[in-house]
């Protein structure tokens, strides 16, 4: 069991928005001292790249609301831990050393009826253990990416950048449930929240040959964005071989792991997100 009662919180940094935009300008002014890109790997030469994959997830996840038990929601509601995540990229080089970069996934568990083995609060729902009840929980993941690489090489590429994780929650929670001591039947409750969590990012990617090339990239942050804090970090590294000349297929592993605290006016309390699972693709380059 956890509490989210603890006056204990990590601690953040704020993001103030005019130092935000300063650090944005400076990596978007352009270049013209910048080499041309050499690389001889497609996918450190071309202007535009998109990827589609599949990643086969792990699962760890519990929200709470209004400083009450968190509810696990693979303990709790019975939410199966492993499932498959479609997820699609596309990448623009808009010079020669500044790209920007997004991402999209979403992580639909669908809906779950199970019966509980211990007491769950859900807003002003209170479940008893032995219930059977009936839940949803979706999450979509997006990322908006834009980086400088300041080293440049035929086969080797380093950089860094800024960006925003967009993380929309949803989760919702029915079934005969007590509300101040009264009891109610098909008693529903949905909580939803748009969650902005900016970053910072290293990447990184070495040719072997015009084929065979690995990537990695690292995304962090600890941040308090006012209705929002907590922290996020992400790890993807990847190896892809190019079968054709605009066509290549990659396999890889994907980690992200996100702790937030809202304070909004539908959503009160803490989400806790943790995916990670090896993952395919496909890449299209030109």
Known sequence: MHDITSKHRKKTICIHPIYFSCILSIFLIPTSLASERPGIHP?????FSASLGVIFTNIDSSVGIDGRRKIDLEDDLGFDDQTDVFFGTFKWRFTESFHVSLEYLEIDRGKQSFTINNDISWDDLHFSAGSNIKSDAKVSFGRLFVGYSFMQSKQFE???GLGVHLMDIETKISGQATINGVSVSNAARNKDTLAPLPN????TAYAFNPKVIIKGRIDWLSADTGDYSGSLGSVVAEVQYQA???VGFGAGYHYLSTDIDIDTNNWSGNVDYT????????TVNF
């Open 43 to 47: 996918l450190l030469s071309d202007d």
């Open 158 to 160: 380093l950089g860094a």
């Open 244 to 246: 054709f000349n605009n």
């Open 275 to 282: 995916y990670h699972g090896p993952k395919i693709f496909m």
């Open 200 to 203: 910072i990012g290293l990447f």
